[in-house]
Each structure stands twice: as C-alpha cells, then as structure tokens.
C-alpha cells in the first residue's frame, strides 16, 4: 500500500517561510516522479513543483520559481518543499503525490501524471 504523508503547513505572514515535508512508503519504482501540488478554495488542482527522483531533474511553475525549492533525501523516501518569501496567493492545501512508475518530464508538474497523492497540508499566508 503506497501512502504520502505530508506535514509542515501552518499559517505565516507574507514574506516568511515554511518547510513542508512528505513522507512516502509502500513499493515505487525508482525512476519517478515526484511533486508537490496545491489547490486554493474554488479554484483547481495546479502543479507547484516535481522532481525525478532517478536523475534528480527538477521542474517548476512560474510562480514558484526562483521561491520555492524542491529536494529529497538521500534514500529518495522523504520529500520536502522549501518555500520562501511567501505570499498570499500562495494559501492553499498542498499535496505531496507521485506517479505509480516512470516520469514523462516534460509534463512532470501536471497533475494527470500522478497516481498517488497524499491527504494534503493547509498553508495560510496572512498579515
């Protein structure tokens, strides 16, 4: 049983940071991707940033870039989201997901390649 257990939201005020983290257990494949996503109330699931965990290529979308950073472990289970300077467009449930085997990386940040996702963590950027 594959599960993604995400952590380290919590409520903070614009420009500060936070660090979400993603554990993952269960069988994977070790060439795929993995990526955080986030969905504001009314609005859809975007793809935030992803990584391969094989080559260790990164993608992100542009309102994360150059803001946000995406790592993971050395033994590729734990997965974390560096995020600074936070605004608050950036409030929003954030999900940690990874696809069941392989990575098409060119489309590594949209959510229809991911088959598994975990239960998400709020995060709140507010003054």
């Known amino acids: 049983q594959v599960q993604l257990v995400e952590s380290g939201g919590g409520s903070v005020q614009p420009g500060g940071s936070l660090r979400l983290s993603c554990v993952a257990s269960g069988y994977f494949y070790s060439s795929r991707c993995m990526g955080w996503f986030r969905q504001a109330p009314g609005k859809e699931r975007e793809g935030v940033a992803a990584i391969y965990s094989a080559g260790g290529n990164t993608k992100y979308a542009d309102s994360a870039q150059g803001r946000f950073t995406i790592s993971q472990d050395n033994l590729k289970t734990t997965l974390y989201l560096q995020m600074n300077n936070l605004k608050p467009e950036d409030t929003a449930i954030y999900y940690c997901?990874?696809?069941?085997?392989?990575?098409?990386?060119?489309?590594?940040?949209?959510?229809?390649?991911?088959?598994?996702w975990g239960q998400g963590t709020q995060v709140t950027v507010s003054s």
């Open positions: 997901a990874a696809t069941k085997s392989g990575c098409y990386i060119a489309a590594m940040i949209s959510p229809y390649e991911y088959a598994y």
